[in-house]
């Protein structure tokens, strides 16, 4: 396993995470299972959006004899009063239902409280309005919730929210065909989208991703968007890249899922290799690079995403890009416009010429 480090809160995070929408479907002894396999495997960042209020006994069975060693985000707004999940704007249903899933959880802390599920404006207003936002607030200053998270599908709400309230976590949709404008929560445009993953890098707010298989669309070639399949490994190294993005969290309903899951890596870089979204990628998609690699090797050795991927970010304001930028042992300087990346890149991208733009940058910087 591998962790990346929370900018906000010097939390350390397993770069695959859990998700809970189906684990209930395990019932108890397999999901415990599952659960323990996954901490055995490094995992140590589990999202409790459950699809059912059954899976939060597994949850506390599997994980308080090992709740010091892993984080828990639990939604404001999650509703379990029926059994299954619904969602609620209701302040004494947010109580209600934040109670009852700690004692589930045999838990007293939560580790990211998330204001939840904000896809509309005026979803954020009624939540104010109504003493949600507060009501976490109080319990941060009890030391019940440790962060704030947000969880949203829709780039101008997360904005929004963002100028408004101090957020350490989002919660985002990411993966190839939300980017691209294809599938149920494909909101924003790829400017948009790619907006918000840079401010969070820029501003250190770490994103953890939920349905990185569009619901599992991607991996099935009969409903995918694309009409293609894409593989595991490949949804979630390509939400990997993603500037800020901190952990995928796939939902899981049994073991052998989970050791689908850590098998991630152990696969080659040509078996995680995304780059064939290039193929289906729309036309505002063009020449813009997604720090996918496919351009490797490069002859003089430069890492071309990740001079890309500064780049873009030194743009979008982030203060650390540069440093970033200048710990690398080649960078755009040591370009010699071969050709080599503008030949393989899916998207199109004139990397040589790109090269010449990014030094003249930050050689102003």
Known sequence: MRYR???????SVSEIG????????AGMKEGVRALETAVEGGVNYFDLAAGDGAAFPIWGA?????????????????????GEYGWSLQQEDVKRSIDWQLTQLKTDYIDYGFIHCQDE??????????????????LQKQGVVKHIGLSSHTPKVIQKIMDDAPVDMLMFSVNPAYDYGEGEYA???VDERTAVYRRCEAEGVGITVMKPFSGGQLLDEK???????????????YALDKPGVLTVLPGVSNTEEVRELLR??????????????????????????????HCKPCPMGIDVGLVNKYYDLAKAGDPLALEHYKTLEKNAADCVAC??????CPFGVRQSGRMAEIRAFMDTL
Do not use: M
């Open 187 to 189: 909101y924003g445009n």
């Open 62 to 82: 599997a994980l308080a004899p090992v709740r010091n060693k892993v984080l828990f985000q639990i939604h404001f707004g999650a509703d379990y009063s029926k």
């Open 5 to 11: 480090i929370n900018k906000k809160t010097g939390d």
């Open 264 to 293: 991630f890596y152990d696969t080659t870089e040509a078996q995680r290799d995304y780059s064939v979204i290039g193929s289906f990628a729309p036309p505002q998609a063009a020449g813009k690079c997604v720090y996918c690699n």
């Open 339 to 344: 050709g080599h990346c503008d030949s393989r």
């Open 121 to 138: 404006l005026s979803d954020w207003q009624t939540y104010r309005e109504n003493g949600v936002y507060d009501y976490i607030l109080n």
């Open 18 to 25: 859990i998700g809970s929408a189906y684990l209930y479907e």
């Open 223 to 237: 409903q995918s968007p694309f009409g293609k399949a894409l593989s595991p490994c490949q949804c979630i190294q």
